[in-house]
């Protein structure tokens, strides 16, 4: 009898696929068009079991449709360029383009061993001159359709890596990479106007019926529509006017204090004649742009000795502060502070001790005010309360409705205006570095900003570059930078500018549909293919990329280059668990570090021998116990390691979390497959939860797994070769017909697990029957089918094996007869006083008389009869029978 060995199978079965050109996307008008994609990896050069996971989903998906008869799109690419490729450069001399190939080398052979449905003559890397040339085009398109302009902003500054940083590599106000301060500068920055389209991003995902509800509901609020009211506060003394943007105009009665921006024209102003200011101001534009940094940063302001005159009441002045949790490019970059109703105001005004007063407060139950030491209160706008101090309308009424009548009242009276404004900003996309797409555009004295002729494009990256100064290697290479004007031929410089790699990701999808294409894409194609039918990715992703996408897709349908069907790009999105393992640490307990300087020293998981000891989770280094041998010492040897967990040999288990290179909880799919087959690797991360939610790698989950598998395959063998008759042929038939049902249920709704789970009930059930060669066989061949989408390579070796036509990749879906998922026979318990007694399985339509006849012959009913008469007998058709003595 042969042994399942997946080693031997699995590049058999890969090099068919590739000989037969099974996955080679083909347009067919004849066939329903199915377009299926994970968001493409960055080429790290390894590739981690999280990867393994999202692609297979994808992979189960693309293989299910190609058997239901779709013509398929399966496509794979690299998002290439990057800090993380040109600190590499930095770090090892090498050329960034250089790195970046060598990895994707690296990964793709490491992908091709784990089977997928891949179809890799579409592959291209956004590093790719054919590839970001195209959006240089594109960006010349928006730039016509004034899509795409350029301005002064205040941005976070790296004055290390000498780069600007978008909010998400600032971490704790330190650049992710260099761990300098960062600072807020102005800067003239180029930004896309996405803002345009906020009304329309905003309504359009209710459209997005197969989009999970967490992402749309972090999309909506990155948007954030609001109204509110706009009004100047009036200085006192002064002629200028501090316009203000509120949402909350209900609670001006409860206002405090004014504050401006560090950014602000006034503060600005008011700092050339005062150095404090000034230094004040210095400080705070040290602190990076992202609200979560200023939420949690000390509030600190600077008192002008400004006043500000209440609109509803010109005795009424308030202290205009320069406060350092205030953005300029949040609103009008000034406020009305309403300490009362807001924490952050709240914080600020108990450290400067400025008045608290509440605007309203509970209908009902116990509150303690924030002026006599409360927490603030804010409700829901929808919570009926009772104001103290009425703007507008009634002494109790919902926030909302005041808010409406505040807005009311300040239209009535003309101080202020009822304006919508939504929080979503116009996407800022200069970089100050090398290894991104150049931006397209050349400074001329004379002619201003222009745009490269497009028969000039790509405009390529120098090779010859120099990492050795701090800053962009661009704008100190006077042979790229120095160039003649494209409209009038004077001496004039390119833009040393590249773009923020989002853009590379925005429209990678539609590029797919045609990657030979010498426009952005070819849009009879685009029409064929788009849009991606079904989406998969991290649900990090939800809101940057996934908006970005949905922005790029409406200006590339303004350019030509989509048609207007996908201006929403995903029709389906799926949000995937990760992949999560145990952490293995060594902590010093004493003022001693290791060699290397660090605290705590993590192991990979093929570094230590973990096991569970009297209920807890230890482990004990590989190394030690190999030093004892496999011997009978070996037990010993744990325990006394055991005893060391304190010292600086033990190893503390820490429980799973997410897999992360710094804590050294991954796992190489590439030694998983080396031992137990990519088939393994690829059942296992589908069958342990719910694919939206995270799974736990554990190398005793993937034994089981590899076990199933030669199951499967004893299985089959004994299906071959089981004798020509047998007993209860029908009865598999059905079985199979009814896992053809669930399994198919499963697959088409992401179950992946479920239908995993049926598909273990089902092997059982094959392995336990006596049917026939013929039913078994049927029934083998159909197992395979099923399990095709997750184990392929399994699949068609057994498929082989059983005698199947062709190659399964091709084979045509099972399907399940209606008429064999309809029961003949029902099994109905037998009650006696409500107790059960015994069970019979009779026809669907017996006659009560007779169910009632058959029950009462039953031996265990007799024994329980005892020779009485039952009072009476209830016959619930199909479900239960119950003899009451």
Request: hydrophobic share 40%; proline share 7%; glycine share 8%.
């Amino acid at each position: 009898m042969a042994r399942y060995d997946a080693g031997a199978i699995e590049p058999k079965w890969q090099k068919a696929w590739e000989e037969a050109g099974c996955f080679t996307a083909r347009r067919d008008d004849t066939k329903p068009k199915y377009y299926v994609l994970e968001m493409f990896p960055y080429p790290s050069g390894n590739l981690h079991i999280g990867h393994v996971r999202n692609y297979a989903m994808g992979d189960v998906v693309a293989r299910y449709k190609l058997a239901t008869g779709h013509a398929v799109l399966h496509p794979m690419g690299w998002d290439a360029f990057g800090l993380p490729a040109e600190n590499a450069a930095m770090e090892r001399k090498v050329h960034p383009g250089d790195w970046t190939y060598a990895n994707i080398d690296n990964m793709k052979a490491q992908f091709a061993r784990l089977g997928l449905t891949l179809d890799w003559s579409r592959e291209f890397a956004t590093c790719d001159p054919e590839y970001y040339g195209q959006q240089q085009a594109m960006f010349i398109d928006f730039l016509e359709k004034d899509l795409v302009y350029r301005k002064n902003a205040v941005v976070n500054w790296d004055p290390v890596d000498m780069t600007v940083l978008a909010n998400e590599q600032v971490e704790d106000g330190r650049g992710w990479r260099s761990g300098a301060l960062v600072e807020r500068r102005e800067l003239t920055q180029w930004f896309f106007r996405i803002s345009t389209y906020s009304d329309e991003l905003l309504s359009a995902l209710d459209t997005l019926d197969n989009w999970p509800d967490k992402v749309k509901t972090m999309q909506k609020n990155w948007i954030g529509k609001s109204r509110g009211l706009q009004f100047p506060f009036g200085l006192k003394d002064r002629d200028d006017l501090i316009e203000v943007y509120t949402t909350r105009p209900d609670t001006l009665l409860g206002a405090s204090f004014v504050g401006i921006s560090p950014d602000h024209p006034l503060a600005k102003e008011l700092e050339a004649d005062n150095p404090e200011l000034a230094a004040f101001n210095a400080e705070c534009r040290k602190m990076g742009t992202a609200e979560e940094e200023l939420e949690k940063a000390e509030k600190r302001g600077f008192d002008t000795g400004l006043q500000a005159v209440h609109p509803l009441d010109p005795q009424w002045t308030l202290p205009v502060f320069v406060a350092n949790f205030i953005l300029m490019e949040y609103g009008t970059g000034a406020i009305f502070g309403c300490p009362a109703h807001d924490a952050r105001d709240l914080e600020f005004a108990r450290k400067y001790d400025l008045p608290i007063k509440s605007t309203f407060v509970p209908v009902n139950g116990p509150h303690t005010a924030p002026e006599d030491q409360g927490e603030p209160f804010v409700p829901p706008k929808t919570e009926l309360v009772r104001y103290t101090r009425i703007v507008a309308g009634d002494a109790e009424q919902t926030g909302g409705a005041a808010i409406d009548a505040a807005i009311d009242r300040a239209e009535a009276e003309g101080w202020g205006t009822g304006v919508t404004k939504f929080r979503l900003r116009d996407w800022g996309l200069s970089r100050q570095r090398y290894w991104g797409c150049p931006i397209p555009v050349v400074h001329c004295d004379t002619c201003g900003v222009v745009p490269e002729k497009k028969e000039n494009l790509p405009v390529e990256l120098p090779r010859d570059i120099d990492f050795d100064t701090p800053g962009n290697p661009l704008g100190r290479h006077p042979t790229w930078r120095d160039v003649p004007c494209p409209k009038c031929g004077a001496a004039a410089t390119r833009e040393t500018d590249t773009m923020d790699t989002f853009v590379d990701s925005s429209w990678y999808y539609a590029r797919f549909t045609s990657p030979g294409a010498t426009t952005p894409t070819d849009p009879d194609e685009a029409s064929y293919w788009m849009n991606v039918d079904q989406y998969i990715g991290g649900v990090e992703h939800a809101i940057l990329h996934l908006l970005y996408s949905r922005f790029f897709a409406r200006a590339m349908h303004e350019g030509g280059h989509l048609p207007a069907s996908a201006k929403e790009p995903f029709d389906a999105l799926f949000t995937q668990g990760m992949v999560t393992h145990e952490i293995y640490a060594n902590q010093l307990v004493g003022p001693e570090v290791f060699p290397q300087g660090e605290r705590v020293r993590y192991y990979l998981p093929s570094d230590v021998v973990p096991f569970t000891k009297d209920g807890k989770r230890v482990a004990v280094l590989r190394s030690r116990l190999n030093e004892a041998g496999r011997g009978e010492d070996q037990l010993a040897l744990e325990d006394q390691l055991l005893e060391d967990q304190d010292t600086e040999w033990g190893v503390r288990v820490i429980p799973s979390a997410k897999m992360s290179k710094s804590k050294r909880n991954v796992v190489d799919p590439v030694e998983i497959i080396d031992r137990f087959g990519a088939d393994t690797a690829r059942w296992f991360v589908l069958s342990d939860s719910p694919p939206e939610r995270d799974v736990e790698w554990t190398d005793a989950g993937a034994e089981a797994a590899s076990k199933h598998l030669a199951r499967v395959w004893r299985i089959a063998e004994g299906a071959r070769d089981a004798p020509e008759t047998g007993q209860g042929d029908e009865d598999l038939l059905r079985e199979m017909h009814k896992a053809t049902h669930d399994v198919t249920m499963g697959i088409e709704s992401f179950g992946f697990n479920a239908a995993i789970a049926r598909l273990y009930a089902f092997a059982n059930t094959l392995q336990k029957s006596k049917a026939g060669r013929t039913a078994q066989v049927a029934a083998a061949r159909t197992l395979a089918q099923l399990m095709s989408p997750m184990t392929p390579h399994l699949s068609e070796e057994l498929w082989q094996m059983l005698g199947g036509e062709g190659l399964i990749a091709t084979a045509p879906w099972p399907k399940a007869d209606p008429a064999m998922l309809v029961e003949d026979e029902v099994t109905m318990p037998i009650q006696v006083n409500g107790k059960r007694r015994d069970e019979m399985r009779v026809p669907r339509d017996m006659p009560k008389d007779q169910v009632e006849a058959r029950a009462l012959a039953s031996d265990a009913v007799q024994r329980s009869l005892n020779g009485a008469t039952p009072k009476k007998v209830i016959v619930v058709p199909g479900k239960i029978v119950n003899v009451v003595i």
